[in-house]
């Protein structure tokens, strides 16, 4: 495919996932496959436990993540996980950018561009 090198037509980012921090989040607990402790996200990903607390209720009300709250030992214990929604956002929104790369890849320069 040849063009204008502007050709990203039809990638339209979810807003949610697209945002560095949550982008990072949802990744390291699909990867992990499980539940994951706040403190193993806090720590994993170098995040302050504020910042990690907004994102974390950002993806949890687009129904991405799952919060469970409980205690263990008498100290609060939240765990997170992926939601199947969160899994097949994640993996809709790697296809529009993997389909987004591969044009960009198999783009023509404009003419006189060196």
Do not use: W
Not at 74 to 97: C, D, I, M, N
């Amino acid at each position: 495919m040849s063009g204008s090198g502007r050709e990203t037509e039809g990638f339209i980012p979810d807003r949610i996932i697209h945002e560095p921090t949550r982008l990072q989040i949802i990744s390291y607990l699909a990867v992990s496959g499980k539940q994951v402790s706040f403190t193993e996200l806090r720590e994993k990903l170098s995040l302050s436990a504020g910042n990690l607390s907004v994102q974390l209720k950002k993806l949890e009300e687009a129904g991405y993540v799952s919060i469970v709250k409980s205690f263990r030992e008498r100290k609060p214990l939240t765990r997170v996980s992926l939601t199947r929604q969160g899994l097949e956002a994640l993996q809709q929104y790697l296809g529009e950018l993997e389909k987004m790369i591969d044009r960009l890849k198999n783009t023509t320069p404009p003419a006189g561009m060196d």
